[in-house]
């Protein structure tokens, strides 16, 4: 089974203050750590399951700047065959649309029996990448996939409905997964994995390289662009309870019982 | 000349940061402290992933790196948690680097694999009762009989005597030669060995997870084949891997007051004093300029120092001035740290008084300050 | 006449909410831009559907066929794209829901039309289309504007608009389904529900919920305990639940339980909106955050900045207390 996972290099912003640069169109970086996606994480560790248990490659690629590389690398520490980095300033304010196009442009000539992608970005949230690239590729896909079994030609999948509740679905491969969190465990990266992703090269292409033009990426060739970016309105006024952790809890206690909750 | 890591010390750094942060999280490392209990699941999982490893070769299991790199681990480690880290990082501690250079081939291969997988666990043992930093003679004697070695004596503040499987053990075995150090030798034994007894020393300052016990040995017979190296250069063995050690310990010390210092960091910017985030106040934002000022120093000292060991340039002056000045360092900015947490500070919850705590033994272990400054001097004196 | 379409969600015989909130919305947008706002249900036996949308529309496209039964986006895609064709519609419709997601992308991709995905908000200025959106977790919100086309895709957030109906009395249009053939690319096999605890959040009247900023396994026993010491009952955030540290039916937000409690103490939770879904209709919400613009602090009664470490233990304590019970 050869996979590809398509992984993207993104700010952890979970936990972290959020400030809005100086263009009012993005927020400000500095400071912020960089890592790979979360459902992206789980994306590749389903694809290096599978490798471990099927045989065959794992592929992973990325849209981003040179910063990419340490996420590629982690997925080459992890157990990814090789990697490809998509970079070029033309890429610059992409959408998921305009980067599934550039994704695409540079898979369609590799062979691949599994395409993996995470179920959506923790920065931008649009949760399309993978299926827009399976139907650029021309193949079926599913999201939100909680699990995958294979049985020859097809694949059958749990999707995450809502409510706790899942369907099962049969698809064809070759196939597009997008992968939710929870899928599994990812592993940590071993200082032998480390070992065997130094010696790895990873494959940059640019612009030239790929079949699309200047008018197929970045804000030219996407759906989306951004106008302007602001702190979210406030849909009910908080009370902040200040003080030291003992007065906060008393005050805290004499609000539940004071709403008869004891 | 460059300052920087390259891009796998970078990645090795990130991966360890990635482990000790999910794995050594502050519940276990308040736990661990208060149980004086070695974390026996936390060094296995990180053995596996070959962070205890890093400077084995790779024949035999370990990841074949230099001492750089286990610098980086070790700092990384001891920033997360100072007892945890400090545990795990010596739960294999100097069999292997022994062996490596002294051992025999048989010794290698016997040993060093179940260390470096976290299979077994190590101690060293070379201080007495009544030696610590002068160990020109041992009251420990090891004495031929036959082809078997009889040895005698005990031993004192032993990093994981009580958990170890394999020991190596500094021995007199020519008493009567001039000067002593001459006479004495490293014997390999194991657990097993009738006659060898670890007890458990309790409250500690500090590293209360890294376990410290006595060793006795009465009668103690080992087979001629389990000296290490050649006979009667025990001591010399002794000093140059304490050159090397050494450079981890800085590590240690580096990593705890970075540790520190981030917490201490963090507090100031969110605790609000008069109104305003007290980092606003320059007495306190100064000392956070300081702290940072000397970590940066004491690792740039400490990377120098281990670049010379991995260049093959051993430099045992650029070794006693990374850990003397590491160790310092560590124990102001941990203080300086809890003074920045007021009141808070001074309470077990808030962290920073363990880092305090840990960072003691930095300025006391593998040779203490003032033993490196007698090691700077006399460099000096040769040099100028 | 330009029409705006609505996508109807419907699985297991049930209208989902999100098509009447994007109803709503739908026809305010249809008044504005002077089109017609159009319900498109696609189904096997979904005539009672159609009579129910009516109500909501001006018209109600109705499309039946056996193989329609369950949702499948590879025979949605193709009836649908035959639609848009056909109706040429302003904009279409579709709830950001697992369904969506499923469907939007692919969908817009296939018919080259602009897709905006998640919108909270949807405006028209002049012909452009303007929507807002999240980023970031909610941390912050976007205002972007799409494409300019004549025909545009988006899928809305659950929950973004309320409901309001009006007896439209659509006129319910039946259209022949454009399947020819089998689609055998992707199937419906069946719904499943994993395995339960055993614990119904939804009934209970105090819950103490913990996301992320619990770190660790180890600290669930003592917020479960501060849970008990309210008589409640020990919810989460969906990363607990990938974890594996609490089992999936504690998992309060879009893909786990919708939940109003009297009470709801919100404990290292950030807020993001699939969370907030979940509880924000709770009779009162106490959030302990140490980041002060946790999205969770904009839908909170009451707010504390603060570790929530340093927290659970006094307050369990102060309850006790005040309860008269022994600690």
């Known amino acids: 089974m050869d996979v590809i996972v398509c992984v993207k290099h993104v700010p952890e912003t979970a936990e972290a203050e959020i400030k809005i640069d100086s263009t009012g169109k993005a927020v400000e970086k500095i400071g912020l750590v960089f890592d790979i996606n979360e459902s992206d994480d789980y994306a590749l560790e389903e694809a290096i399951?599978?490798?471990?248990?099927?045989?065959?490659?794992?592929?992973?690629?990325?849209?981003?700047?040179?910063?990419?590389?340490?996420?590629?690398r982690k997925?080459?520490?992890?157990?990814?065959?090789?990697?490809?980095?998509?970079?070029?300033?033309?890429?610059?304010?992409?959408?998921?649309?305009?980067?599934?196009?550039?994704?695409?442009?540079?898979i369609k000539g590799l062979s691949f029996d599994l395409i993996l992608t995470g179920a959506l970005a923790s920065d931008d949230g649009y949760t399309m990448v993978g299926p827009i690239l399976a139907e650029l590729l021309g193949i079926p896909h599913?999201?939100?996939?909680?699990?995958?079994?294979?049985?020859?030609?097809?694949?059958?999948?749990?999707?995450?409905?809502?409510?706790?509740?899942?369907?099962?679905?049969?698809?064809?491969?070759?196939?597009?997964?997008?992968?939710q969190t929870g899928i599994n465990e990812p592993r940590y990266v071993s200082i032998l994995g480390i070992k065997k992703a130094m010696r790895k090269e990873i494959k940059v292409l640019g612009l030239v390289d790929i079949d699309l033009s200047e008018n197929d990426v970045g804000e030219a060739g996407s759906w989306i662009v951004i106008e302007k970016m602001f702190v979210p309105p406030v849909e009910k006024q908080t009370e902040f309870i200040k003080g030291t952790p003992e007065e906060v809890a008393a005050k805290i206690a004499e609000i539940i019982k004071s709403r008869g909750l004891m | 000349m460059h300052f920087e890591l390259d891009e796998e010390q970078k990645e090795i750094k990130r991966a360890v940061k990635e482990f000790c942060e999910k794995e050594f999280t502050p519940e276990l490392a308040l736990e661990f402290d208060e149980k004086e209990e070695f974390p026996t699941e936390l060094y296995k999982k990180a053995a596996k992933?070959?962070?205890?490893?890093?400077?084995?070769?790779?024949?035999?299991?370990?990841?074949?790196?230099?001492?750089?790199?286990?610098?980086?681990?070790?700092?990384?480690m001891c920033r997360v948690d100072p007892g945890l880290g400090a545990a795990v990082s010596l739960g294999n501690l100097m069999v292997p680097d022994i062996l490596l250079k002294h051992g025999t081939e048989e010794q290698k291969k016997k040993y060093i694999p179940p260390l470096a997988k976290g299979d077994a666990i190590s101690a060293a043992a070379f201080s007495e009762p009544e030696h610590g930093s002068d160990i020109t003679r041992m009251d420990t004697t090891a004495a031929k009989s036959g082809n078997e070695w009889i040895i005698n004596g005990s031993k004192e503040f032993i990093t994981n005597a009580p958990l170890a499987d394999v020991f190596i053990v500094l021995c007199q075995t020519d008493p009567n030669v001039t000067p002593s150090h001459r006479g004495q030798s490293i014997f390999i034994m194991e657990k097993v060995t009738p006659g060898l007894e670890a007890t458990k020393l309790k409250g500690k300052m500090g590293i209360r997870p890294c376990i410290t016990g006595s060793l006795s040995l009465s009668d103690v017979k080992v087979n001629e084949n389990n000296v290490v190296g050649e006979l009667n250069k025990g001591f010399y063995y002794t000093l140059a891997l304490f050159d090397e050690t050494r450079i981890t310990v800085a590590a240690q010390a580096v990593g705890m007051a970075q540790g520190a210092f981030e917490r201490a960091f963090q507090y100031a910017k969110t605790r609000k004093q008069f109104g305003s985030p007290i980092i606003k106040f320059q007495g306190i934002s100064f000392k956070l300029a300081d702290m940072a000022v000397k970590i940066e120093a004491a690792r740039m000292l400490t990377h120098k120092a281990a670049w010379l060991f991995d260049q093959g340039r051993l430099d045992p002056m650029a070794t006693s001035m990374a850990k003397v000045f590491a160790g310092r360092v560590a124990m102001e900015v941990t203080d300086e740290a809890i003074q920045i947490y007021g009141g808070y500070g001074y309470l077990a919850d808030y962290h920073v008084e363990r880092f305090h705590r840990c960072a003691k033994i930095t300025e006391i272990y593998e040779g203490t300050s003032e033993m490196q400054k007698l090691t700077i001097i006399n460099q000096l004196l040769k040099r100028m | 006449m330009?029409?705006?379409?609505?996508?109807?969600?419907?699985?297991?015989?049930?209208?989902r909410d999100i098509t009447f909130e994007m109803l709503t919305k739908g026809r305010d947008l249809a008044e504005k831009a002077g089109a017609d706002l159009t319900a498109v249900v696609l189904g096997k036996d979904v005539r009672e559907h159609a009579k129910t949308l009516s109500e909501y529309a001006k018209k109600v496209l109705l499309v039946e066929d056996k193989r329609l039964e369950n949702f499948n986006s590879e025979v949605y895609k193709k009836v649908l794209s035959d639609l848009i064709n056909k109706h040429?519609?302003?904009?279409?419709?579709?709830?950001?829901?697992?369904?969506?997601?499923d469907l939007a992308p692919s969908l817009a991709a296939a018919l080259k039309l602009p897709l905006a995905s998640d919108c909270i908000n949807i405006e028209f200025e002049g012909a452009t289309l303007l929507i807002t959106r999240q980023m970031y977790g909610?941390?912050?919100?976007?205002?972007?504007?799409?494409?300019?086309?004549?025909?545009?895709?988006?899928?809305?957030?659950?929950?973004a608009f309320s409901v309001q109906k009006l007896s439209m009395n659509g006129e319910i249009i039946e259209k022949s389904s454009s399947l020819t053939e089998e689609i055998t690319s992707k199937r419906f096999i069946k719904y499943v529900s994993p395995p339960l605890s055993g614990v119904d959040i939804t009934a209970a009247d105090v819950l103490v919920g913990v996301g992320r900023g619990i770190k660790d396994e180890s600290n669930i026993p003592a917020v479960e305990e501060l849970a008990r010491s309210l008589g409640g009952v020990l919810a989460c955030s969906r990363p607990i639940v990938d974890k594996g540290w609490l089992p999936n039916d504690r998992q309060v937000?879009?893909?786990?339980?919708?939940?109003?409690?009297?009470?709801?103490?919100?404990?290292?939770?950030?807020?993001?909106?699939?969370?907030?879904?979940g509880m924000k209709s709770s009779d009162l919400i106490i959030a302990v955050n140490k980041d002060p613009n946790a999205p969770v602090f904009n839908f909170s009664d009451y707010g504390v900045v603060e570790d929530l470490f340093k927290l659970v233990s006094p307050l369990k304590n102060k309850i006790c207390e005040l309860k008269g019970h022994k600690i």
Do not use: W
């Open chain 1, 49 to 72: 399951r599978i490798k471990e248990k099927l045989g065959g490659t794992v592929t992973a690629l990325t849209v981003g700047s040179g910063d990419a590389d340490s996420t590629l």
């Open chain 1, 142 to 179: 599913a999201t939100m996939v909680k699990n995958i079994e294979f049985s020859d030609d097809v694949v059958k999948v749990n999707r995450e409905l809502e409510g706790g509740v899942e369907e099962i679905v049969e698809v064809k491969l070759p196939v597009a997964l997008s992968v």
């Open chain 3, 88 to 101: 040429k519609p302003l904009l279409i419709m579709i709830g950001h829901t697992s369904f969506g997601v």
């Open chain 3, 253 to 277: 937000g879009t893909s786990g339980k919708i939940v109003k409690p009297k009470l709801y103490i919100a404990l290292g939770i950030s807020g993001a909106f699939q969370h907030v879904l």
């Open chain 3, 138 to 159: 909610g941390k912050v919100n976007v205002k972007a504007t799409v494409r300019k086309v004549g025909c545009y895709i988006v899928t809305v957030r659950q929950a």
């Open chain 3, 2 to 15: 330009l029409e705006i379409f609505v996508l109807t969600e419907h699985r297991q015989g049930q209208i």
């Open chain 1, 75 to 106: 997925c080459l520490a992890r157990g990814a065959d090789q990697a490809i980095r998509l970079t070029d300033v033309k890429f610059n304010g992409s959408d998921s649309y305009a980067t599934a196009k550039i994704l695409h442009s540079a």
């Open chain 2, 49 to 76: 992933l070959g962070f205890t490893s890093m400077r084995i070769h790779e024949d035999y299991d370990g990841q074949g790196y230099g001492l750089l790199e286990d610098c980086i681990v070790v700092e990384e």
